[in-house]
């Protein structure tokens, strides 16, 4: 089940696909359930694409993505695997707390009248997500004139950060420099259009399968198709009928799978 705001809920399946921005060719598509956000998606993506593109020989230096899929873990390890996000940090993120210098050395923070806010421990949200909390002493802030505006119903002042906070610096300077509207152009004029193609024309408006397997299997055919099309349009010299012979064993494969898979499906009896 799927939840948007300003949507209706529906049983829907979480499309997910990697385009190379060069020639807008779909380098990978999955179907995963509705349920998820696509932020968790974004490390078997990641992968799959990697593993995919060495086997032919080449290397992915750089990840194009919305929003949506904006995590520190998810920047942590594209930075790991040597890739560069370019994926703008998510709304309510704030890279600096106005009036609460950071000093990175002492791991702690300043207050306006120069207390202390020392990091004191780990917590976990429901989410999951790890942050570390910072808070003054109590004494500090029941001495403070400024107490009755900067925290009026708290015995202190408290700062939560998230422990991939570098990590989310980084990818929010990449975001605003002049490289990175540039690559927020590139994604929305190569990417978003391909997603749009394959729901008008393509048939993934509606599944008409049920099940994980039989949904990516639609996706994965008309990806296939998409592809097709692309080649026949830019591949330059015409293809030959040994690689049309190729593409058709190659579906028909693919329908034989399905057909087997839709044979195998138990029917329900009515009793008598």
Known sequence: MSVKPGKARKLNYHCSMAVDTAEGVISHIQADFADGRDSQYLTDIGLRVQNRLRKN?????????????????????????KVTGWI?????????IEGFPYNKERDEYRCPMNRPLPFKAFYTNRD????????????????CPMKPQCVPNTK???????????QYLRAYAR?????????????????EPVFGSLTQFYGLRKIG????AGAHKVMLMAAIAFNLKKYLKKGGRKPSIGVFKTIMDALQGCL???RQYIQSRPVPLKAP
């Not at 703008?88 to 600096?96: A, E, L, R, S, T």
């Not at 999951?128 to 001495?143: E, F, I």
């Not at 490289?179 to 004029?189: A, D, E, F, P, V």
């Open 57 to 81: 020989e080449l290397i992915m230096t750089d990840l194009l993505a919305d929003a949506g899929y904006s995590n520190g873990a998810n920047y942590h390890f594209l930075e790991q695997r």
């Open 175 to 191: 975001q605003h420099s002049e490289r990175g509207k540039r690559m927020k152009n590139l994604r929305q004029s190569t990417v």
């Open 256 to 258: 034989t799978i399905i």
């Open 156 to 166: 202190c002042k408290k700062i939560i950060r998230t422990i991939y906070d570098e």
């Open 88 to 96: 703008p940090v998510f709304g309510k993120y704030k890279p600096k």
């Open 128 to 143: 999951g997500s790890v942050l570390k909390n910072y808070w003054a002493a109590p004494k500090d802030c029941k001495a």
């Open 209 to 212: 399968v049920l099940g994980k």
